[in-house]
């Protein structure tokens, strides 16, 4: 069966200081993955997407996460923490192809210290 | 601002009623998802419409149901409620039926059963 495991469910960093957030995922082909990001109060945003392509994805706000299928990792990263990413984040694998449904991880509360 | 419109933003009820949460998509996007986020369960999904028809159902009760109407807006509506209800709602639209992965979610409706 399908999964996404984010292996922390609270990552605290300080501003300027870089940012890893890790997810693995079990899929039996190849998967789509995604991170959304979950502002307080807010709904979620994609952050960014992987589905097949160039195995180091960037997305929006200097996040970029890199595929790793020996691994079954889809690591989230930032080379430099900004207050304003304090959030929550889901890591998030699509299953059963292009109709399928989205499973979604138990998400990582990211805080970022001044 | 994602363009999906969400009512009410909250909302306190008993155990035993029955409330409706309602959403608009973004202009143009067929699809709505309703999923479920508590502290518990994390971010659930429980059924999906696409161009008013059931496309995809997860884990809603036999308690819960969706429509969505010609307009394009959907509601879900839950009754006899119990405290484990509690939860915020989250309406999210896509443009095509399949899951390119990118939801534009709303920013939820969070239900309090007493």
């Known amino acids: 069966a399908q999964s996404v495991t984010q292996l922390d469910s609270h990552v605290s960093v300080s501003e300027g200081t870089p940012v890893l957030l890790r997810c693995n995922y079990s899929?039996?082909?190849?998967?789509?993955l995604f991170w959304y990001v979950q502002h307080p109060n807010k709904g979620l945003q994609l952050l960014l997407k992987?589905?097949?392509?160039?195995?180091l994805v960037k997305g929006i706000n200097g996040f970029e996460a890199e595929f790793k299928k020996s691994e079954t990792s889809f690591h989230l990263t930032k080379p430099s923490a900004h207050m304003s990413d304090a959030a929550e984040y889901f890591c998030?694998?699509?299953?059963?192809?292009?109709?399928?449904?989205?499973?979604f991880g138990k998400g990582t509360k990211l805080s970022v210290k001044p | 601002d994602s363009g999906v419109t969400q009512t009410p933003k909250h909302l306190i009820t008993a155990t035993g009623q029955r409330v409706t949460l309602r959403c608009s998509p973004r202009?143009?996007?067929?699809?709505v998802y309703w999923y479920q986020q508590s502290l518990d369960q994390g971010l659930q999904f429980l059924i999906q419409?696409?161009?008013?028809?059931?496309?995809a159902k997860g884990n809603i009760l036999e308690r819960f149901s969706a429509q969505q109407f010609p307009d394009l807006h959907s509601e879900l509506n839950l009754s006899s409620l119990e405290l484990g209800d509690s939860a915020l709602y989250f309406c999210?639209?896509?443009?095509?039926?399949?899951?390119?992965?990118?939801?534009?979610f709303g920013e939820g409706s969070r239900l309090t059963v007493l």
């Open positions: 999210a639209s896509s443009v095509e039926g399949g899951y390119t992965g990118e939801l534009f």
């Open positions: 899929s039996s082909y190849s998967p789509s």
């Open positions: 992987y589905t097949s392509a160039a195995t």
């Open positions: 998030v694998v699509r299953i059963g192809g292009s109709q399928g449904n989205l499973i």
């Open positions: 202009s143009g996007d067929l699809s």
């Open positions: 419409y696409y161009n008013g028809e059931e496309r």
